[in-house]
């Protein structure tokens, strides 16, 4: 189904995008370090930086993680049942737990987004004062994702029930 491979193909993408956050993100903690325990001289940026980054590191690749699978899971109750089992199992996990979830998360998360945009909100945890909206924005975004990739693992699993395969 091309939906399937569509939403697969971006969070695999997106997936990526979070693990090079990384990167970026190592040579700012280093410097900061640096800045601070050598130098006396801490930035006014530098843990702003870093929690944005590294938050935006953490929500992105949710939906990569669920692609895949690699959530945790209840194994002690999952290890015993049946692969059809499994399969219910799965499909009622991402129904009510996953796709549910997401929604209202991510309803929430185009609120509290968008009324850091129009309100001009700015962060207050150093004296740089940067804007909230592009970290209030990733929320939502990431929400989103997290909750299509469980949409098509949900069709994958009916998919698999209705042909009786173990995915």
Do not use: C
């Not at 953490?58 to 692969?83: C, E, Q």
């Not at 990431?142 to 693992?153: E, K, M, Y």
């Amino acid at each position: 189904m091309k939906l399937v491979k569509w939403v697969d193909k971006i969070n695999e993408k997106v997936g990526l995008i979070s693990a090079w956050i990384i990167i970026p993100l190592t040579f700012i903690v280093v410097y900061e370090v640096i800045m601070r325990h050598f130098f006396n001289a801490p930035t006014g940026w530098g843990y702003d930086t870093l929690w944005m980054l590294y938050s935006a590191q953490f929500m992105l690749g949710g939906a990569y993680t669920l692609l895949k699978k690699a959530h945790v899971r209840i194994d002690i109750v999952y290890n015993v049942l049946s692969p059809r089992g499994k399969l219910i199992f799965d499909a009622i996990i991402y129904t009510f737990i996953i796709f549910s979830t997401m929604i209202l998360l991510t309803w929430a998360g185009i609120r509290f987004a968008r009324e850091a945009w129009m309100t001009g909100e700015k962060l207050s945890t150093t004296n740089w004062f940067f804007p909230s909206g592009p970290s209030k924005t990733v929320i939502p975004v990431a929400f989103f994702l997290v909750g299509l990739q469980s949409f098509v693992d949900l069709i994958r699993t009916i998919s698999a029930i209705k042909t009786r395969k173990e995915q």
